[in-house]
């Protein structure tokens, strides 16, 4: 029986559905020890970013999807932008 007080979070949790969201268009994943979590998620196309890297992304750096599709976090698509004034100089140059 668990201790009273203690939440049941990720798998333990009655409502857990594998790890992975949807939320304003992005797959979020649960990770909840990441710099990056919100509430316990990261978004998957910054972890995929990440591993091309081979690095943490700085608190700056955005992830731009090219083809303007949130869920498409195929390497291909993304591309990494310095800072959001970066980020939104390429949606500008694209008419958003």
Do not use: F
């Not at 992830?63 to 390497?75: E, F, G, Q, S």
């Amino acid at each position: 029986m668990p201790e009273m007080g203690l939440a049941r979070t990720g798998a333990k949790h009655h409502n857990w559905r594998g790890g992975e969201i949807q939320d304003q268009g992005y797959i979020w994943i649960y990770n909840p020890l990441h710099p990056r979590a919100r509430r316990q998620y990261v978004r998957r196309a910054d972890l995929i970013m990440e591993g091309m890297l081979g690095r943490p992304l700085e608190d700056k750096e955005v992830v731009h999807h090219k083809n303007r599709d949130r869920k498409d976090d195929r390497p291909d698509n993304l591309q990494l932008c310095a800072d959001r004034s970066e980020h939104m100089s390429i949606h500008r140059k694209d008419g958003l």
